[in-house]
């Protein structure tokens, strides 16, 4: 069974940094366009970065030149590093994996991330 386990959330001061972690089991990294989304309390989920060998990575306009998005393959791994976090960022993150052929997509249980003073 496929799984996708996100960590590295928690609570932040704004101007602060975490960096998460999905950890895939059960696919290959490389066959997918791997991703992150994020949704706030009545807010709809919204894509943050997203990142494919051989097409390169894509970021939320709110995101570009805080959030970095890099994966390794060989550990099946995919990270989200954010730096100059904002209140706004507050928000449950959730990794994503999509077959690039074939279309079938998998979701992680999401992680916390709260920017507070």
């Known amino acids: 069974q496929v799984q996708l386990v996100e960590s590295g959330g928690g609570l932040v001061q704004p101007g602060g940094s975490l960096r998460l972690s999905c950890e895939a089991s059960?696919?290959?990294?490389?066959?997918?366009?791997m991703s992150w989304h994020r949704q706030a309390p009545g807010s709809p989920r919204e894509l943050v970065a997203s990142?494919?060998?051989?097409?390169?990575?894509h970021y939320l306009d709110s995101v570009k030149g805080r959030f970095s998005i890099s994966k390794d393959n060989a550990k099946n791994t995919m990270y989200l590093q954010m730096d100059s976090l904002k209140p706004e960022d507050t928000a449950v993150y959730y990794c994503?994996?999509?077959?690039?052929?074939?279309?079938?997509?998998?979701w992680g249980q999401g992680t916390q991330v709260t920017v507070s003073a």
């Open positions: 994503h994996a999509e077959h690039l052929a074939l279309g079938y997509a998998y």
């Open positions: 059960k696919i290959i990294f490389k066959f997918y366009n």
């Open positions: 990142i494919t060998d051989g097409e390169g990575s």
